[in-house]
Nanobody, 115 residues
Protein backbone atom coordinates (compact mmCIF):
# COMPACT_ATOMS: atom_id res chain seq x y z
CA UNK A 1 0.00 0.00 0.00
CA UNK A 2 1.57 3.26 -1.16
CA UNK A 3 1.69 5.98 1.46
CA UNK A 4 2.71 9.59 0.93
CA UNK A 5 3.45 11.98 3.76
CA UNK A 6 4.02 15.66 3.04
CA UNK A 7 5.82 18.07 5.31
CA UNK A 8 7.39 21.51 5.26
CA UNK A 9 4.37 23.75 4.93
CA UNK A 10 3.81 26.80 7.07
CA UNK A 11 3.41 30.55 7.17
CA UNK A 12 5.86 32.61 5.15
CA UNK A 13 6.08 36.26 4.19
CA UNK A 14 5.77 37.36 0.57
CA UNK A 15 9.09 36.95 -1.17
CA UNK A 16 10.11 34.14 1.14
CA UNK A 17 10.90 30.49 0.50
CA UNK A 18 9.74 27.09 1.67
CA UNK A 19 10.81 23.56 0.86
CA UNK A 20 8.14 20.90 0.85
CA UNK A 21 8.99 17.24 1.24
CA UNK A 22 7.02 14.11 0.45
CA UNK A 23 8.07 10.76 1.85
CA UNK A 24 6.99 7.70 -0.17
CA UNK A 25 6.60 4.18 1.17
CA UNK A 26 4.93 0.92 0.31
CA UNK A 27 6.18 0.27 -3.21
CA UNK A 28 9.08 0.86 -5.60
CA UNK A 29 9.50 4.62 -5.62
CA UNK A 30 11.68 4.75 -8.70
CA UNK A 31 8.94 3.63 -11.10
CA UNK A 32 6.45 6.32 -10.10
CA UNK A 33 5.96 9.68 -11.74
CA UNK A 34 5.67 12.21 -8.93
CA UNK A 35 3.56 15.33 -8.88
CA UNK A 36 2.88 18.31 -6.68
CA UNK A 37 -0.63 19.72 -6.82
CA UNK A 38 -2.17 22.56 -4.87
CA UNK A 39 -5.67 23.66 -3.98
CA UNK A 40 -6.45 27.18 -2.89
CA UNK A 41 -9.64 28.00 -0.97
CA UNK A 42 -12.62 27.98 -3.30
CA UNK A 43 -10.56 26.82 -6.28
CA UNK A 44 -9.99 23.56 -8.09
CA UNK A 45 -6.92 21.50 -7.44
CA UNK A 46 -4.22 22.38 -9.94
CA UNK A 47 -1.04 20.70 -11.09
CA UNK A 48 2.08 22.57 -10.01
CA UNK A 49 5.01 20.39 -11.01
CA UNK A 50 5.90 16.96 -12.34
CA UNK A 51 9.03 14.83 -12.20
CA UNK A 52 9.50 11.51 -13.94
CA UNK A 53 11.62 8.62 -12.74
CA UNK A 54 14.26 9.92 -15.14
CA UNK A 55 14.11 13.35 -13.47
CA UNK A 56 12.39 15.10 -16.36
CA UNK A 57 10.44 18.03 -14.97
CA UNK A 58 7.52 20.18 -15.98
CA UNK A 59 5.91 23.18 -14.30
CA UNK A 60 2.75 25.22 -14.35
CA UNK A 61 3.31 28.60 -15.97
CA UNK A 62 2.42 30.32 -12.70
CA UNK A 63 5.42 28.80 -10.88
CA UNK A 64 8.05 28.54 -13.62
CA UNK A 65 11.33 30.10 -12.53
CA UNK A 66 10.26 30.16 -8.88
CA UNK A 67 9.59 26.52 -7.95
CA UNK A 68 11.86 23.52 -8.40
CA UNK A 69 10.78 19.91 -8.11
CA UNK A 70 13.34 17.23 -7.37
CA UNK A 71 13.46 13.65 -6.22
CA UNK A 72 15.89 11.44 -4.36
CA UNK A 73 15.29 7.85 -5.37
CA UNK A 74 17.62 6.62 -2.61
CA UNK A 75 15.56 8.39 0.05
CA UNK A 76 12.17 7.65 -1.58
CA UNK A 77 11.33 11.32 -1.45
CA UNK A 78 10.24 14.17 -3.67
CA UNK A 79 10.72 17.83 -2.89
CA UNK A 80 9.34 21.17 -3.96
CA UNK A 81 11.58 24.18 -3.43
CA UNK A 82 9.43 27.29 -3.56
CA UNK A 83 11.06 30.70 -3.88
CA UNK A 84 9.71 34.21 -4.34
CA UNK A 85 6.42 33.18 -2.81
CA UNK A 86 3.43 35.45 -3.16
CA UNK A 87 -0.05 35.40 -1.61
CA UNK A 88 -1.44 33.66 -4.70
CA UNK A 89 0.67 30.63 -3.77
CA UNK A 90 -1.39 30.14 -0.61
CA UNK A 91 -2.91 26.67 -0.82
CA UNK A 92 -2.84 23.16 0.48
CA UNK A 93 -0.07 21.35 -1.39
CA UNK A 94 -0.50 17.68 -2.20
CA UNK A 95 1.98 15.08 -3.29
CA UNK A 96 0.81 12.54 -5.86
CA UNK A 97 2.42 9.36 -7.14
CA UNK A 98 1.31 7.67 -10.34
CA UNK A 99 2.40 4.49 -12.08
CA UNK A 100 0.37 3.70 -15.20
CA UNK A 101 -2.83 5.01 -13.65
CA UNK A 102 -2.25 3.62 -10.17
CA UNK A 103 -2.41 6.98 -8.39
CA UNK A 104 -1.99 7.86 -4.74
CA UNK A 105 -2.33 11.07 -2.74
CA UNK A 106 -0.85 12.45 0.41
CA UNK A 107 -2.85 14.25 3.06
CA UNK A 108 -1.54 17.68 2.07
CA UNK A 109 0.46 20.40 3.76
CA UNK A 110 -0.76 23.97 4.19
CA UNK A 111 1.23 26.88 2.79
CA UNK A 112 0.19 30.40 3.74
CA UNK A 113 1.92 33.38 2.21
CA UNK A 114 1.05 36.49 4.14
CA UNK A 115 2.62 39.50 5.79
Amino acid sequence: QVQLVESGGGLVQPGGSLRLSCAFSGSTFGIYVMFWFRQAPGKQRELVATITYRHRTNYADSVKGRFTISRDNDKNSVYLQMNSLNPEDTAVYYCNADFRGDAHWGQGTQVIVSS
